[in-house]
């Protein structure tokens, strides 16, 4: 049988195209339904002059604008993302652009009637107790409710949020599209790759091809730092102007807001991870020496003694053998022939899926007929190409409450654990199947639980089963995965939380980003890297350029960690878990974090909690430094 080519996704279950009428239908009725949704407000608003009828029934009312919102969330998220998706693989092309646009301008409306919705609501809080015994169908609507109402102490008057919206169109969004389309489309003019491709090879066995692409990268983010530093200077300087008037003292506030976290939560967090930081070092530590002494990097000082005893930048991925060899250390007798192995063969996108579909039925019948169904129904677009977004994401579609994933898939070993991580999370909508669109919206603290499970299954079956000459570097796949998720996303929190002080007292520039960058890596990395690091990372991730994911950051800690708890306690209970996750996944659109935890037993304010997620992790470091050594 024939390898399949690695795939491009079908959309045709979706729309098949912007031309058609089914996707000309789908937008006039998501215009009609915020017309219906604003003669609802309006009949509301009339009660405030008098002029409303005598009859006016709030159970009823705020029954019908519940029902309105979940029309409108399902046409938004579904044009939204159908929009976005075809705009992420041809960046280049003005149609898509414009389209993306077109729905963006839609969206403003909706923000709009949702500022008058919430008004409506602060205005009939005290009928809300009976609304509840009245209409006990919409118990589950409560928190949603209440959040609402408590959103409007954060919001400016409606004639500004609604020239605030109107301009961030042409201002944050509009910035971060272009820091998007140049690293989209930026090549090195020697070798022809795209930036993306020179990104790439940080996973690749080469130690020379690593540290020539590396400088490489950096060259082509130079070259373009103004433009990428005027676009995040000025987003941000957008974020600290709006955030003074919708009253956030500080610009985690409002990220903690929308996470549905607490600031005590957060502090338990940092704080665990803070206190970890001497492990990862030496986990860094051990492995720059390790590739020193078996000749497997290019960098003339990283592993030796002093302020360059860590990695250099560019080995943080490094696999710990060269590609068809064992591990220096293995043993002879139990190693596989290199090709049989899983860590450093070239996996083809079929291997790829017929394990991720093998590995997820392990945990979950149900989670991995799932993946199968998201291989075999065109789900995925994995092929790199030139105006494609790097990285990898979800998307998710109430229509038909189906999925689309995006990575760029080179054949590494990485690359399946970057598909079983996206599979995770559009299994996780895959359990809100039946609820109302409203609550397909989850906090990015816990849209990340998912996804690290799914990862956690497929690395946990292979350190449990891989051969000696494996051990050393899946190992180091599961710790360079949790040390980006805990270490370096712990520098990307104090560079974002240094950018907006410095931002509300001034303007930055590329070498002000350059030096909050230094210093946040210095403060989380610390000797665990060389003299050899990455200043530039501020302009890579394209988190920062978010005009609504202000710390898209931590949100990864607290999906790694939680997701360890949860992997925990599966190996304790066995099976009987399994419908305990789903039940977990599906109430994640409906409760704050602590609540939602606390549902799962877990006391997610104290630094005890993360302790114990982290403890999975030393005791791999600890078997790690042993075999390096």
Request: hydrophobic share 40%; aromatic share 12%; net charge negative.
């Amino acid at each position: 049988m024939s390898e399949t080519k690695i795939p491009r996704w079908n959309l045709d279950s979706i729309f098949p195209s912007i031309k058609t009428d089914e996707y000309k239908k789908a937008l006039a009725d998501y215009s009609a339904s915020m017309d219906d949704f604003e003669k609802l407000l309006t009949e509301a608003a009339a009660c405030k002059d008098g002029s409303a009828p005598a009859n006016f029934d709030f159970g009823k009312w705020l029954a019908a604008c519940l029902e309105q919102r979940n029309k409108i969330a399902a046409s938004s998220q579904t044009l939204g993302a159908y929009a976005y998706i075809i705009y992420s693989v041809d960046t280049t092309n003005t149609e898509y652009l414009n389209n993306l646009s077109k729905i963006e301008e839609m969206g403003l409306r909706v923000d709009q009637l949702e500022l008058k919705f919430k008004a409506a609501l602060v205005s009939h809080k005290e009928e809300l107790p009976d609304f509840y015994k009245a209409h006990p169908e919409y118990e589950e609507y409560k928190f949603l409710i209440q959040e609402a109402i408590d959103e409007t102490s954060h919001q400016m008057s409606a004639e500004e949020e609604n020239l605030a919206g109107e301009l961030q169109r042409t201002g944050g969004d509009a910035w971060a599209r272009l820091q998007e389309q140049i690293i989209s489309t930026a090549k090195d003019a020697e070798t022809g790759k795209t930036f993306n491709e020179l990104r790439n090879a940080a996973w690749c066995d080469d130690p020379q091809l690593r540290k020539e692409s590396h400088l490489k990268e950096v060259a082509l983010l130079k070259q373009n730092e103004v433009a990428i530093a005027a676009a995040l200077n000025n987003l941000k300087g957008e974020t600290v102007a709006l955030n003074k008037r919708r009253n956030w003292n500080e610009g985690i506030d409002r990220a903690l807001a929308s996470s549905r976290m607490s600031r005590a939560t957060l502090d338990a967090l940092i704080g665990a991870i803070e206190e970890s930081l001497p492990m990862w070092r030496r986990y860094f530590i051990a492995k720059a020496k390790y590739l020193r002494a078996h000749n497997l990097t290019a960098s003339e000082t990283a592993g030796t003694s002093g302020k360059d005893e860590g990695l250099a930048f560019y080995d943080l991925f490094a696999p710990m053998a060269a590609k068809g060899q064992e591990a220096p250390n293995s043993s002879a007798s139990s190693a596989p022939a290199a090709s049989d192995s899983l860590l450093s063969k070239k996996w083809s996108f079929d291997e790829a899926r017929d394990y991720i579909v093998e590995r997820y039925n392990s945990f979950s019948p149900d989670m991995g007929a799932f993946a199968k169904q998201a291989f075999d129904s065109g789900w995925i677009d994995a092929e790199v190409r030139e105006g494609k977004v790097g990285g990898a994401y979800d998307e998710d579609f109430p229509k038909g409450h189906q999925s689309r994933i995006l990575s760029n898939f080179s054949g590494e070993f990485g690359d399946l654990i970057t598909l079983a991580h996206e599979l995770g999370h559009a299994y996780h909508f895959s359990c809100l199947k039946g609820k109302p669109a409203v609550f397909f919206r989850y906090p990015m603290t816990l849209a990340e639980t998912a996804s690290t499970f799914a990862e956690t299954i497929v690395k946990k079956d292979i350190i449990s089963k891989c051969s000696d000459a494996d051990l050393l570097q899946i190992l180091d796949i599961d710790l360079q995965d949790a040390s980006q998720v805990l270490v370096d996303i712990l520098s990307r929190f104090y560079f974002e939380r240094s950018v907006f002080e410095k931002r509300s007292q001034g303007e930055l520039s590329a070498s002000d980003f350059c030096d909050l960058m230094r210093d946040a890596q210095e403060k989380s990395y610390g000797c665990g890297l060389s003299s050899e690091r990455h200043e530039y990372m501020w302009a890579v991730k394209s988190h920062y350029y978010s005009t609504d994911l202000d710390f898209y950051n931590f949100p990864y800690a607290f999906g790694q960690l939680f997701a360890a708890g949860l992997y925990s306690r599966y190996k304790k209970e066995g099976p009987a878990f399994v419908k305990i996750y789903a039940d977990l996944l599906s109430h994640t659109g409906s409760m704050s974090c602590e609540d939602l935890c606390k549902q799962a037993g877990f006391d997610i304010t104290t630094r005890d909690f993360w302790r114990d997620g982290i403890h999975m992790y030393a005791a791999e470091v600890e078997k790690f430094v042993k075999l390096a050594e």
